[in-house]
Structure formats: C-alpha cells, structure tokens
C-alpha cells in the first residue's frame, strides 16, 4: 500500500485498503468489472460520497482531503506517476469509484493538460473514455480562453491529440468556440502567422472537424490568405489546409492569389503558393497570371524569387504563352544581352530553352547566339551556351 504512505494517509488505513480489496474481489465474481466507456452502465456515486470532496486512492479506498489534494500541481504528479492504476480504475473499477476518478480528471483537465507529466493520461483518456467525459474534459480545458490560449502556445501537441480525439459534435464545438476569437479581427489574424503553436492547432481542426463547424476558421482563411501567404509558418499552414476544404473554398483562394501574384512573385514566401496555382489552379487562374504578369517578366526574371516562378510558368505554360514571354524577354536586345550574364535571369533562359517547343526555342536560340559582346566563358553563360551545345544549336 505505497500509495497510502504517500498521501499520509497512515496505517489505520492500510486495514481497510485490504477488507475492500476482499469486498473488490467478491464483488467482481458476481456483476463483473464496471467499464466507463459504456455510458449505459454509468451509476451515480452516494449523496455522501457527492458532498465529499475525495482522492480516489487508485487501490479501491476513497481518500479524505490530504497535502496532495491541496498541491494541484503535486495531484497531476501523482496522477501521472500512476498511471496504469488510474487507468485501470476509471476503464475497470466498479462505478462509484470510476465516477470518484472520472470527477479528479475534470476537475483538474486544464492543469493535467499544462503539465508535461499528465499529458499521456489524459491522451489516453481522451481516446478511450466515453463522449459524455470527453465531452466534459474538453469543456473544462476550454472554459477560460485565456488560460486555453496560453495552453495552446505551451502545450500545442497535447491541444492537437485533444482535437483528434473529439467524436462528438459537442467536443468539436466547445474547441472551434475557444478559438474563434483569435481569427474575429483581420489584425488578429496578421499577428496569427507568427504563431506556428496556435496555427497548428487551427490546421488539426480544419483537418478534423466536420465542414460546416470549421467553416468559420477557414472563412477566416480564405479571407486573410495573402498576409497567411507573406509568412512562412502561414505559408505551411495554407499548404496543408488546401488538402482539407472544399473545392469552392480553394478556388477563392486560388483567385485572389492570382489577383495579388505579381506581389506574391517576389515575396520570399509567397512566390510558393503562386507556383502551387500553376502548378494545380483550373486554367481560369492561369489565365488571370497571364494576364498579370504580362510587360513583367523582365523584371521579374531578375529577382531571385520571382525567378522561379517565371520558371515555372515556361513549364505549365502552353506553346501561346511561352511565346509571349520569349518575345518579351527578347524584345529589347540590350536588356536581353543583360538577362543572359545576370545570376538570377541566365536560369529563367536556360529553362525557357529546355521547355519551349522547337518553333519557340529556336527564336530564343539565335537571338542568343546573335548577340555581339556577350563573353561565352562568362560564369553565368556557361550553362545557356552548353544547353545550345546539347541542343545543336552551336558547335
């Protein structure tokens, strides 16, 4: 009987530990063991026992109050260095004292929940225990937003496993109403990104959640997703819902990404959900980045990161558009002389002779070959002279 010595409860204990262990076993041959997951079966504890606040001694005695009920933090210690007897007790035990256990976890959700020590239990609960607890422990954890948000911020892991465990419609509500507060303003929104904590948090619930509950997160996506996009975390964050929300939702995403790709061409995070609509959009979006990058592509093919979608577009891009870019690029000879010893433009020619079709590629081969004064041993020409070589173009 450690676990008596432990909470101070004495030896006068110990005696009465070992005649409810008798009565335990007695009663266990005749009506079985008590399963908590099986609502139906659920028994409410005696008026007594409810007056009283009790530890449950996890060996089948109810404890009367003791240092460890007065020391929260020394309560979810305790829970979680005893895991295996709580467990038991809550999934196995006879119903009062599976109740008596069952009201210790959701008194103490939120401090298990913050405690790196609990957070295994009370995944383990979660994931095994009835909706009606379920369902309770999540109300708990939620109750003060405050103290969820910094939960979320501390312990985003043992939030997202909360999430995956929700079955219940109720569950997934009590979540999505402690965090809608953080998307209610576009300026909550922007500050979001900064977040990857409570992002993730956000991502498992569009993940998890049944459509129309999440619907008011990803409206508030969908409605911020260029500043998402401008942020690295946000730009993760977007990628991974994409998989996860209607075609209708994606599409507006898609377009107003196309609206803004000029601007998002050049950002270091947002050139990658432009290239991401190129590369999966309906061609209605690849229309609209036609038409905006349009007299843009000399400038863009300079910049390090509007580069690669420039890149891009030669690889998507029918035989139309690749013409047009080509000709834009070749169009002002002295600016294309510029292109092909730049560090950043060389690679845009050296991709455009790669992907465009012959009729193309030739344009764009002897415009390079009839430039005058360009230095072919030039550590930027390099590649785009030894592509003409493989090509045929020179000999």
Not at 10 to 24: H, S, V, Y
Not at 56 to 62: C, E, H, K, S
Request: proline residues 2%.
């Amino acid at each position: 009987m450690e676990f008596l010595r432990r909470l101070d409860i004495g030896e006068e204990r110990e005696q009465e530990a070992a005649r409810w262990w008798c009565r335990r076993e007695d009663a266990a041959t005749t009506s079985g063991a008590a399963r908590w997951w099986r609502r139906e079966d659920v028994a409410t504890t005696s008026a007594a026992a409810a007056n009283r606040r009790v530890v449950p001694a996890f060996g089948g005695v109810a404890m009367t109050p003791g240092r460890i009920w007065a020391d929260g933090n020394a309560l979810v210690v305790y829970l979680a260095n005893n895991e295996h007897m709580v467990l038991h007790t809550l999934f196995h035990a006879p119903l009062n004292e599976a109740h008596l256990v069952a009201e210790v976890i959701v008194d103490h959700a939120a401090d298990i929940m913050e405690s790196i020590h609990g957070q295994r239990l009370l995944s383990c609960v979660l994931h095994n225990c009835c909706c009606e607890l379920h369902e309770a422990i999540v109300a708990k954890i939620t109750q003060h937003r405050d103290r969820f948000y910094r939960i979320c911020v501390e312990r985003s892991d043992g939030v997202v496993t909360m999430i995956r465990s929700c079955r219940s419609l109720k569950s997934c509500q009590l979540v999505r109403n402690a965090i809608v507060p953080w998307v209610g303003r576009r300026s909550k929104m922007q500050s979001l990104v900064t977040d990857s904590d409570k992002l993730r948090v956000i991502q498992a619930c569009i993940q998890c959640f049944p459509a129309d509950i999440a619907k008011v997160l990803v409206d508030a996506v969908v409605e911020n997703c260029i500043e998402i996009a401008c942020h690295l975390n946000g730009l993760l964050f977007l990628q991974n819902c994409l998989g996860h929300i209607t075609l209708e939702e994606k599409y507006k995403i898609f377009t107003q990404v196309c609206i803004n790709s000029v601007y998002l061409a050049k950002h270091r995070s947002g050139n990658y959900i432009v290239q991401d609509v190129l590369e999966f959009g309906h061609p209605f979006h690849l229309e609209i980045i036609t038409s905006c990058f349009k007299t843009h592509y000399v400038d863009l093919a300079r910049q390090k990161y509007s580069s690669r979608v420039v890149e891009k577009c030669l690889k998507v891009f029918g035989d139309l558009e690749q013409y047009s870019i080509v000709c834009e690029l070749v169009l002002d000879l002295d600016h294309f002389r510029d292109l092909v010893t730049d560090e950043v433009a060389n690679y845009v020619i050296s991709t455009a002779l790669l992907a465009c079709t012959v009729p193309v590629r030739d344009i764009l081969a002897n415009t390079i070959i009839s430039l005058q004064d360009v230095n072919r041993h030039h550590p930027h020409c390099l590649k785009i002279f030894d592509i003409l070589s493989r090509l045929g173009y020179m000999q």
